[in-house]
């Protein structure tokens, strides 16, 4: 029992991301916790967890990034076997909140994968969620259980006013950015564009407009997550044709699925800037143009102020 009265607090890690989360656990100087993961020949996940857990205050902390589905189904039964193990509580640590896109009914006999997710989650034993940037803010309505909601706008924005970049303006991708993207206009003293893009099919966009003047500016474009990259790379071309001298992006999460890798060695974008909420793969954790920033620190000071019942919105006061 620790001096606040409430209990010990334990932190276990799935396979999604475990560099992350021996980070996290530096930070809040506790040891990750033991477990064993395996899968059996046909696939299927075997967790046992190597810790008393009784009356413990625990944290899972697992991306469910790419294989998305393994992943999930992964935490889902690390949650299961702890709320077997008489955990007190259990906060599952979602840096990366996948199925996240579909968060609405956009046509018909389709479904909200985003609220099932958060019906799987309570299901299995969850009595708080511990998550950054998600797609849509609505989610966290999908939850009847409390969930924390974290940014990672400061790891970003201090990054970049490091550059010190001359005439910056902040782009937002898409009509849907705006909000994000004024937010960091606002933080880094830098004026706003938008892009027009109309999507045709899912992971194919088209850049159409630009509202605003980019003209021998800097570009910095925002948001939340960059998957293919096809937005990313026709929000490029488009600015440098309208004549910015140099184009940047930055992202919480860096999704960076299929194509992504090629279309950004190859394109005329001058770097991108990440977060490690997803481990980078197909070799662009070595790419001179992508730059990954730290969200342990973030994530452990939330979790230390979750174990002691105090503010975690005062984290961005």
Excluded: W
Excluded at 35 to 43: L, N
Excluded at 59 to 81: H, K, R, W
């Amino acid at each position: 029992m620790d001096k606040n009265g409430n209990g010990k607090v334990l932190v276990f890690s799935g396979r999604a991301n475990p560099q992350l989360a021996e980070d996290i656990c530096r930070y809040m100087n506790v040891e990750l916790g033991r477990t064993v993961i395996k899968d059996f020949s046909d696939k299927e996940i075997y967790v046992k967890i190597e810790e008393n857990v009784r009356g413990g205050d625990v944290f899972v902390i697992q991306s469910t990034c790419y294989p998305g589905n393994t992943n999930l189904m992964e935490m889902l039964i690390m949650i299961d076997a702890l709320r077997r193990s008489s955990a007190k509580r259990i906060t599952a640590v979602l840096p990366y909140y996948g199925y996240a896109r579909q968060d609405r009914k956009c046509e018909p006999r389709v479904p909200i994968t985003s609220k099932l997710v958060a019906d799987l989650l309570q299901t299995a034993g969850t009595d708080r969620v511990l998550t950054v940037d998600l797609h849509a803010g609505q989610i966290q309505g999908f939850f009847n259980i409390p969930v924390d909601h974290l940014f990672a706008m400061n790891v970003l924005i201090q990054y970049i006013k490091s550059l010190n970049l001359p005439n910056l303006i902040v782009i937002s991708p898409d009509a849907g950015g705006v909000e994000r993207a004024r937010a960091f206009a606002k933080r880094l003293g830098a004026s706003l564009a938008i892009i027009d893009k109309r999507r045709e099919v899912a992971n194919v966009a088209k850049a159409m407009n630009i509202i605003g003047d980019v003209k021998d500016k800097v570009a910095f474009i925002v948001d939340d997550m960059i998957d293919t990259a096809g937005t990313l790379m026709e929000a490029t071309d488009a600015l440098l044709a309208a004549g910015a001298r140099e184009v940047h992006a930055c992202c919480t999460h860096p999704v960076l699925s299929g194509p992504a890798a090629d279309r950004i060695t190859q394109s005329p974008i001058d770097s991108v800037v990440a977060t490690n909420t997803i481990p980078l793969h197909n070799g662009l954790e070595k790419n001179p143009k992508v730059k990954i920033l730290s969200v342990a620190p973030l994530l452990g000071e939330a979790i230390l102020r979750i174990h002691r019942e105090t503010s975690v919105s005062s984290l961005f006061d």
